[in-house]
C-alpha cells in the first residue's frame, strides 16, 4: 500500500473510529482476498452486531463487488460460493451467527456491521 493511501486509510478509520486493530488490518490487507482488486474496507465475518471483534481472525478484506455481495447473500451462501474461505468464515462464527443472514449494505465507508 502506498503512503497516500496508508494516510488515507488512517484518516478513515479515526474519523469512523475503527480500531488499531482494524485499520492494521486494512493496511496490511489492501486487495480482495477473492479477486485480488483493491479491497474497499475489511469486513467483520462475525458482526459487530452479534459481538464480532476486530481481530483480524474476524476480518476478510473485499473489494466493493464481493463486500457488497457478502452483504446480499448473507455469510453462509457467500462461504459455500467460495468455498476457500469456508473455514476461516466458520471459525469466526458462533453457531447462532451462522442461522443469522445480514443484509443490509452501507456506503463505502468501511464495515460497520
Ligand atoms: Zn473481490
Ligand atoms: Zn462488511
Not at 43 to 56: F, K, L, M, P, V
Not at 86 to 91: C, N, P, Q, V, Y
Request: aromatic share 10%; proline share 3%; charged share 25%.
Amino acid at each position: 500500500m502506498s503512503d497516500i493511501m496508508r494516510e488515507a486509510v488512517k484518516r478513515h478509520c479515526k474519523k469512523y473510529k475503527y480500531s488499531a486493530e482494524y485499520t492494521r488490518y486494512w493496511i496490511e490487507n489492501p486487495f480482495c482476498e477473492i479477486c485480488g482488486n483493491h479491497s474497499d474496507a475489511p469486513h467483520h465475518i462475525r458482526t459487530r452486531g452479534a459481538g464480532g471483534s476486530d481481530e483480524a481472525k474476524n476480518l476478510i478484506a473485499l473489494c466493493t463487488t464481493h463486500h457488497t455481495e457478502v452483504h446480499t447473500m448473507g455469510v453462509m451462501s457467500f462461504a459455500d460460493k467460495y468455498s476457500q474461505f469456508f473455514e476461516k468464515i466458520i471459525a469466526a462464527l458462533s453457531e447462532r451467527d451462522a442461522i443469522n443472514i445480514f443484509v443490509t449494505r452501507r456506503p463505502s465507508d468501511g464495515c460497520d456491521s
